[in-house]
T-cell receptor, first 109, second 112 residues
Framework: GQNIDQPTEMTATEGAIVQINCTYQ??????LFWYQQHAGEAPTFLSY????GLEEKGRFSSFLSRSKGYSYLLLKELQMKDSASYLC??????????FGSGTRLQVQP | EAGVTQFPSHSVIEKGQTVTLRCDPI?????LYWYRRVMGKEIKFLLH????????ESGMPNNRFLAERTGGTYSTLKVQPAELEDSGVYFC??????????FGQGTRLTVV
């Protein structure tokens, strides 16, 4: 089976940098995804890591260490619109995603 | 390009009734997934279609749930008869081979 842990809530200040951690235990690994979800909306794809290292996409970066079962999502130059839930998800051998419970990020002025 | 669309956006039904949810994936996406989020819990996988074939239905909770994807285009998920614990948000997602999944906005199902 798969188990994914991420913090429930985080608060950060507009303009700052925030790191959201995710640890996972899995019987099969075929990539780790980060999604953003605003309340009542669809989860939106942010990033994908399948090899160790850092993937950068504008203000968002994601890091993966497969040996440690660890990933983080880094958000730079925080904006108020970044207030949302951030979902860590692992894809197993059978292609289905297993999600963590999500981290609710509150960006304050 | 149209995204993944789901219908209805909300449904309120009584226990014992039947409800059918519909998902239209992004055109050309062979992979179609159903997920569910019940109150306070994480999003959980239900099943995966590749074209019209069920690739993985290991997440389906019981035989009250029936998913179909005739012709390999849109998919339906029927719950019959609905129980109180079936309440939640049902998400559909689609993808091409080895790419990220795109999610619909979900159907919020309330069983009373």
């Amino acid at each position: 089976g798969q188990n994914i842990d991420q913090p429930t809530e985080m608060t950060a200040t507009e303009g700052a940098i925030v790191q959201i951690n995710c640890t996972y235990q899995t019987s099969g690994f075929n990539g780790l995804f980060w999604y953003q979800q605003h309340a009542g909306e669809a989860p939106t794809f942010l990033s994908y890591n399948v090899l160790d290292g850092l993937e950068e996409k504008g203000r968002f970066s994601s890091f993966l260490s497969r040996s440690k079962g660890y990933s983080y999502l880094l958000l730079k130059e925080l904006q108020m619109k970044d207030s949302a839930s951030y979902l860590c998800a692992v894809r197993g051998r059978r292609r289905a995603l297993t999600f963590g419970s999500g981290t609710r990020l509150q960006v304050q002025p | 390009e149209a995204g993944v669309t789901q219908f209805p956006s909300h449904s309120v039904i009584e226990k014992g009734q039947t409800v059918t949810l519909r998902c239209d994936p992004i055109s050309g996406h062979d992979n179609l997934y159903w997920y569910r989020r019940v109150m306070g819990k994480e999003i959980k996988f239900l099943l995966h279609f590749v074209k019209e074939s069920k690739q993985d239905e290991s997440g389906m909770p019981n035989n009250r749930f029936l998913a179909e994807r005739t012709g390999g285009t849109y998919s339906t998920l029927k719950v019959q008869p609905a129980e109180l614990e079936d309440s939640g948000v049902y998400f559909c997602a689609s993808s091409q081979v080895n790419t990220e999944a795109f999610f619909g906005q979900g159907t919020r199902l309330t069983v009373v």
